[in-house]
């Protein structure tokens, strides 16, 4: 772990620097404070500080005050290096940010247990910050083909639809199903049947833009909120057909290929609807590219409702 040792004393610098080498960490060594600051600032700055109380540039009570306003989910755990053993002072300085304080001179072993401290907390804080992402990331993805969930992909769709309408520009939306997916499942098992929603779905990411998002809609059926007017959804959508076409799947020493069916409705900036208006007229797109022979994109042939 790395150490930020900000310390204007050389002696002190030096003896500090070969402490915490010795110890297992690996020290980053600053002469003031304003050098110590333009180190935080960096991506992959050091986490555990021993900051001076008094030294040019910021001082470490200003270090730790400026930290403070910093809005860090992953903030720095501050160990303030201070001759000033006052109990007012010790309170000034946890006040203002610091989470220890060790006097000068200090005790080497003393030292080194409050460092111990320090690394536990922000061992402990990585847990608690991975843990929850980890939580957000589940409550927004579909755990099998880690594709956005309905819930999240009709938040993606809402945001979209909302974009085009204040820009008074167009956005598609596309109800993908995959063919006979219940004659997948039956002939060769669901385990054989998740992997081709797997495949399926990562073939899907490919085709996509950064501002398209795909989310698992239902069983085997997506969702793909677009950037674009029908003919560019419509061009997508063929692609992403075809690519799905060419999959060799292997199921049951097989080689199998899967089809999918696109439904798509878009809408102009200009018009003003329902974000249910603007699913069922892809459903209904959907339904009669299922009811044509599958294996085919259709557009929604009516406009839909204004309100």
């Not at 050098?35 to 021993?50: F, G, I």
């Not at 909120?225 to 061009?235: C, F, H």
Request: charged share 25%.
């Amino acid at each position: 772990m790395d150490v930020l040792i900000a310390e204007d004393d050389l002696t002190t610098q030096v003896i500090l620097q070969t402490l915490v080498t010795a110890w297992g960490y690996r020290p980053v060594v600053t002469s003031d404070g304003r050098e110590a600051w333009e180190v935080l600032q960096q991506p992959d700055a050091p986490k555990l500080l021993l900051l001076d109380w008094e030294m040019p540039g910021f001082s470490g009570l200003e270090l730790c005050k400026k930290l403070a306003e910093q809005a860090d989910e992953n903030p720095p755990y501050i160990i303030l290096l201070t001759s000033h053993a006052e109990t007012d002072r010790i309170v000034e300085g946890l006040a203002s940010g610091a989470h220890d304080f060790i006097g000068k001179p200090f005790d080497k072993a003393e030292l080194q247990a409050r460092l111990s401290v320090g690394r536990r907390m922000l061992e402990m804080q990585r847990k608690l910050i991975d843990a929850q992402q980890q939580l957000a990331y589940e409550a927004t993805h579909d755990a099998l083909t880690h594709l956005l969930n309905r819930r999240a992909v009709l938040k993606a769709l809402q945001a979209l639809v909302s974009k085009s309408m204040s820009e008074h520009s167009c956005m598609s939306v596309a109800l993908v199903d995959i063919d006979h997916f219940k004659r997948i499942n039956d002939s060769y098992g669901h385990p054989m049947g998740d992997e081709v929603l797997i495949r399926v779905a990562e073939t899907m990411q490919t085709c996509l833009s950064a501002d398209d998002s795909l989310g698992r809609f239902g069983g085997e059926e997506f969702l793909v909120a677009i950037d674009s007017d029908p003919d560019g959804a419509a061009r997508l959508m063929e692609e992403l057909r075809t690519k799905i076409a060419e999959i060799p799947f292997c199921l049951a020493d097989q080689t199998v290929n899967v089809t999918v069916s696109a439904g798509i409705a878009s809408l102009s900036g200009d018009d003003s609807l329902r974000l249910d208006d603007l699913l069922a007229a892809a459903d209904r797109a959907l339904y009669q590219a299922k009811a044509d022979g599958r294996n085919q994109v259709v557009l929604a042939e009516t406009d839909l409702p204004l309100l």
